[in-house]
């Protein structure tokens, strides 16, 4: 009869021969789309950060042309570099105006980096713009 090798002596094993993560510097924001859903309400968010030894946390806002905050969300340890998001304006949709989604990458209370994108609240079908 074949011994079985316990789970534990494996995982111990294979992260003793992985190597040692580090970061040349911190991660930074690659791309940053804003797409409005057909109802306005919805705003569908993809960010692409550069890769990260240890995870970041991600901050996401969508402003009005007041500044107003219309929805938010923070997002603890992310461990992707892109992250594909819906947010949910809190407000009525204003057709047209144009919006702000503000991104804050932070790790132990440090800022690493900010992107802001400007976007007007109209909706338009990603498909046809990548040719899928």
């Known amino acids: 009869m074949t011994?079985?090798?316990?789970?534990?002596?494996i995982w111990a094993a294979a992260l003793g021969e992985a190597p040692a993560r580090h970061e040349d510097r911190p991660p930074v924001f690659l791309r940053v789309e804003a797409w409005p859903y057909p109802d306005l309400?919805?705003?569908?968010?993809?960010?692409?950060?550069s890769p990260f030894a240890a995870h970041p946390?991600?901050?996401?806002?969508?402003?009005?042309?007041?500044?107003?905050v219309v929805s938010s969300?923070?997002?603890?340890?992310?461990?992707?570099?892109?992250?594909?998001?819906?947010l949910h304006l809190r407000?009525?949709?204003?057709?047209?105006?144009?919006?702000?989604?503000?991104?804050?990458?932070?790790?132990?209370?440090?800022?690493?980096?900010?992107h802001t994108l400007p976007f007007v609240l109209a909706f338009r079908d990603p498909n046809s713009l990548t040719g899928v």
Do not use: C
């Open 41 to 49: 309400r919805r705003i569908w968010v993809r960010a692409e950060m």
């Open 57 to 68: 946390n991600l901050e996401l806002k969508i402003m009005d042309e007041s500044g107003q």
């Open 91 to 114: 407000q009525e949709p204003e057709a047209g105006k144009t919006y702000h989604l503000g991104l804050e990458l932070t790790r132990d209370e440090a800022l690493l980096d900010t």
């Open 73 to 86: 969300m923070f997002m603890v340890e992310v461990r992707d570099t892109y992250q594909s998001v819906t």
């Open 3 to 9: 011994e079985m090798q316990n789970p534990e002596e």
